[in-house]
Every structure is written in C-alpha cells, then in structure tokens.
C-alpha cells in the first residue's frame, strides 16, 4: 500500500497551514473581519486544536463567528509587542486601563447586542471613578477611549453599524454599535481568579516545568514567536533538545507553520519565507527600517567584530559587540548627510530621533540589546548586512566604447559641425558639454578604429 500523500491531503496540509499562520497573525479571527480564514480554522478545527496544544501549549477556541488563539506566557527574552494606535504609538498604562474599562462595561447585564458610542463613554467614565481611574474629559483621556474602542473594532467585538468611532472622536457625532458578546470573555488568555500578581501572570508560574515535553515545547514556541532566539537565553534542556533534534525541530517548524530553522553558533532562528507571518518585517522599506539596515552595516564595518567577542548585559556575558552611544549618534548622522535628502522630514533633520527608532526597531528584532551607553549589537546582525550588486566586468573594448576620454579626444580632431540641440549623453556625461564648447559634432565612427584595435587584441 503507497504511503505517498494523496492530492487531497496535501491540500489539507496545506489549509491547516494557512489556518495556523492566520492564528498566528491573528490571534482573534472573526467572520466579520476574517470569514475565509475562519472558514479554514473551522473546517480544520479538531487539528488545529491538537496542533496548536501539542506543538506550543496554545488553546483554540473556535465558535461559529469566531476563533481565538489564547496564548501561554512567552519567555522573559520575547521582545515586547505593545498593542498600537493608528499612528504606530503604543499603548500607554491609561490606554490598557481604558480597555479594560471598555470590556467590563460591555460585559455588563445592562448592555445589550447594540449600544450607543456616548452611552459606552458615559458608562466608562463611571466605572473608572467606581475603579479609582483618572479618566478626565480633556483631549488625552478622549483619545485614549478612543484609541481602546478602536482596537475593539479591529478585533471584531464591536462593529461600526451606524456612524463611526471616528466620527465621535472628531466631530462628536454619535455611533452605534453592535457587541459581540460571546467573544468578550475570551480576550484574557486565562482567568485571573487565582493569579496572585502581574508578575506572576507574565512568568507563567502555573505552567508545569517539570512536564517531559515541556523543553521541546518551550523551544518550537520561542522560534515561533521570537524573531531571533539567542543560544545563552537557551535552558540546558533546550539547549540538548536543539543538539539532539534539529532535524525533526527542523521538519515540524516547516510542516506545521511553513518556517524554515536557520542555526548558527551564535543562536536559532525560524524565518518566514513568504513574509505573512511576522508583525515587523525586517528589512523593509521606510525611512526607519532602511536606515536600521544600513546602520547594521556601518556599524559592521567599523568594529571589525570577531567570533568571541563578548560584552556584559544586565550583569552578564553574553556574545557581541559593546557600541557606544556616540558612535551610533555618528553613524546616524553620516546617513543623513549621505542619504538625507531620501529621507521623511521628521527624521532628516533629528539624527537623536532616528538613531532612538533605528534601534527600538532592531531590538524588536532582537538584533541588539540597548544598554545605558549604547547597545550591543548580536552577531546574528551580520546575516542582514547588504551585499552589493556587481554589474558585470567590462571587456577593455567597451571601456573604450563608453569612455569619456576617447570621446573628448576625439572631439578635439572632429572636423563636423555642431547641427541642433545636443541631448544628454547618459553613457558618457563629459561628452555633450564638450561637444557645446568646442562646436563640433562627434559620432561613434570616430572611434571605430580604436575599438577595432582593441577587438583584434582580445581575440
């Protein structure tokens, strides 16, 4: 009997796929916002929830108008990844504090499947006097109320019916809005009943670490979630489990999520070839982005860094080279002055301001660890720096061609006279000035016998 996958598995595989990745992405999916990739989740529901379990300790819930990836607490190395405004800022304390105001008043019996934007606004404001929230009605509490009920929009609990968020924010009309209730309470990850502190919510000290699989699974959830995992922020157990099993590691990252394992001495990383899977693609385009690339590559050049090389975080020693703030300041400041003009406004001008944003976006790809004076750029950074596009070598007859010289020379001979206007002379720039000047025309002709010369020589 043949082993080989059937057409119709391998499509199911690769629906599963798609479906993982979604969630990945996306770990709230509605059939508002998202019905084909919660058609896929649905579809696929019974795997993917064994997947999603067995690979990375996830839970899926999938209900007819939705699907919701509650995630386990990620390792302490994760680079944070704030929830944002519209304008790419992220959420401030008051932000998180309006949210959770937000979803409290909808849980609440007296609201209904529709409420009113002011009426949710008017509920909010009394139940953070209630919570001892400082929620005032100037420009920066409206704001943050709205930036919280917009997030909500995003996720699909709430759905713009009539009127818009917007709308209220800017011109005080009123909005109406439907509440999906049945997703509410599964925003949190888990409930909070028996949870002690914060802290002990965000280290995952429920999680039973003393579980067999537990290493294994500890390590497919860093490649996933991390942009890079560095080898000495490994345990001694993921440590062997990457020794030992690498190639399965390598097999289950690529079936399971479509991420290709890439290791080296330095740490491991699982890269997304098709670049759908990862909220900060890097590199990228944009003022910030291509600056932090070309910064990696400045930097690169200057220290001369070698394998070994080692500088002290947070108490200790860890692969790397120390940078000091000035010399990031410098480099920053040479990139405005070369590639400036290129550049947005904000940023050609503030060499302080893009130099801060350069790094914060290299530290979410976990390519450097800020420190008080400066940061520490990983060796994984040498994976990013550009490598220049050769244009093929010229023979010694199309130098002579395309020369210049040959050209002016020839210009001091020509016996032609200058008819028209003179174009540009893109393959050799010195040429219309020098034809204007001396009044003559000059033709290819004039430098055939050059290159027939030099023709016979190579041949």
């Avoid at 917007?166 to 925003?187: G, I, N, S």
């Avoid at 910064?295 to 947070?314: E, P, Y």
């Avoid at 540009?424 to 430098?447: F, I, K, Q």
Wanted: hydrophobic share 40%; aromatic share 4%; proline share 6%.
């Amino acid at each position: 009997m043949s082993t080989k996958p059937t057409s119709t598995e391998e499509h199911n595989a690769q629906e599963r796929r798609t479906a993982v990745r979604a969630l990945l992405m996306r770990p709230v999916i509605t059939a508002g916002r998202h019905r084909e990739d919660l058609h896929l989740v649905r579809k696929h529901a019974a795997q993917l929830k064994r997947t999603f379990t067995a690979m990375l300790g996830y839970q899926l819930v999938v209900e007819p108008s939705f699907a919701r990836l509650l995630k386990s607490p990620l390792s302490a190395d994760t680079a944070p990844r704030p929830a944002l405004a519209h304008n790419g800022r992220p959420f401030t304390a008051r932000t998180y504090a309006c949210l959770a105001l937000v979803c409290a008043s909808l849980l609440s019996p007296q609201t209904g499947e529709q409420v009113l934007m002011s009426s949710l606004i008017e509920q909010v404001r009394a139940d953070a006097v209630t919570a001892g929230v400082d929620l005032d009605d100037a420009i920066g509490g409206r704001r943050d109320l709205v930036r919280a009920i917009t997030l909500l929009v995003e996720w699909g609990v709430l759905t713009e019916t009539d009127g818009s968020v917007t709308a209220w924010d800017t011109q005080k009309e009123d909005a109406l809005l439907d509440v999906h209730r049945p997703l509410l309470p599964h925003l949190l990850s888990r409930a909070l009943l028996d949870v002690p502190s914060a802290d002990a919510l965000l280290n995952g000290e429920h999680a039973d670490s003393a579980e067999p699989e537990q290493p294994r699974r500890e390590l497919r959830r860093r490649l996933v979630e991390n942009p890079l995992v560095r080898r000495e922020d490994l345990s001694d157990a993921e440590r062997d489990v990457l020794t030992r099993e690498r190639r399965e590691l390598a097999r289950v990252l690529e079936e399971q999520f479509g991420l290709t394992l890439e290791a080296r001495a330095e740490g491991v990383l699982a890269y997304d070839v098709e670049e759908t899977v990862s909220d900060v693609p890097f590199p990228s385009t944009g003022t910030v982005a291509r600056s932090a690339l070309l910064l990696i590559h400045a930097l690169a050049d200057d220290l001369r860094g070698k394998a070994g090389d080692t500088a002290m975080v947070g108490g200790r020693e860890v692969p790397g080279v120390h940078v000091p703030t000035s010399v990031v300041e410098a480099n920053v400041e040479l990139l405005i002055e070369q590639y400036g003009s290129a550049f947005a406004s904000q940023y050609s001008d503030n060499a302080a301001l893009l130099a801060a944003e350069a790094v914060k976006l290299l530290e979410s790809v976990c390519l450097v660890v800020a420190v008080d004076d400066g940061i520490v750029l990983h060796p994984a950074s040498a994976r990013y720096r550009p490598e220049p596009q050769r244009a093929p070598a010229r023979t010694r007859a199309s130098r002579r061609l395309h020369g210049a010289e040959d050209y002016l020379a020839a210009a001091e001979h020509s016996r032609l006279p200058l008819a028209g206007v003179v174009p540009n002379t893109l393959w050799a720039p010195d040429l219309a000035p020098a034809m204007r000047a001396r009044g003559v025309a000059v033709h290819e002709e004039s430098v055939l016998d050059d290159l027939l010369r030099d023709v016979a020589d190579i041949s």
